[in-house]
């Protein structure tokens, strides 16, 4: 049985600093594209970051860039997401998702609809 489950969400004034994590099971973690989306209220889901930790390589929105640093853990089957000088505007349910047979700028283009598995979610709030 396929799970994600998620952790690290919480509330952090604009400037600081969360770490999500993404626990997978039921499938290896190197033959899939992990990601992270996230959905604000009345806003669609969108890919944050993903990576295909086969090779190594990642995506991020422009949104995100130079301030979140996606990894992972082979070994621990766990996706980390490191999220620096966070803005009001990082305020969403942050979701992780598993594609399979793609790569992680790929799975950053995806509609959410062709998303193979998806975590619970985790809150991420950013306000003073």
């Known amino acids: 049985q396929v799970q994600l489950v998620e952790s690290g969400g919480g509330l952090v004034q604009p400037g600081g600093s969360l770490r999500l994590s993404c626990a997978a099971s039921?499938?290896?973690?190197?033959?899939?594209?992990i990601g992270w989306f996230r959905q604000a209220p009345g806003k669609e889901r969108a890919a944050v970051s993903c990576i295909s930790t086969y090779d190594g390589t990642t995506y991020y929105s422009d949104s995100v860039k130079g301030r979140f640093t996606i990894s992972g853990d082979n070994a621990k089957s766990t996706v980390y997401l490191e999220m620096n000088n966070l803005k009001p505007e990082d305020t969403a349910v942050y979701y992780c998702?598993?594609?399979?047979?793609?790569?992680?700028?790929?799975?950053?283009?995806?509609?959410?609809?062709?998303?193979?598995?998806w975590g619970q979610g985790t809150q991420v709030t950013v306000s003073s």
């Open positions: 039921g499938f290896t973690l190197a033959d899939y594209a």
């Open positions: 998702a598993a594609v399979g047979g793609t790569t992680a700028q790929a799975m950053g283009m995806v509609h959410p609809e062709f998303i193979d598995y």
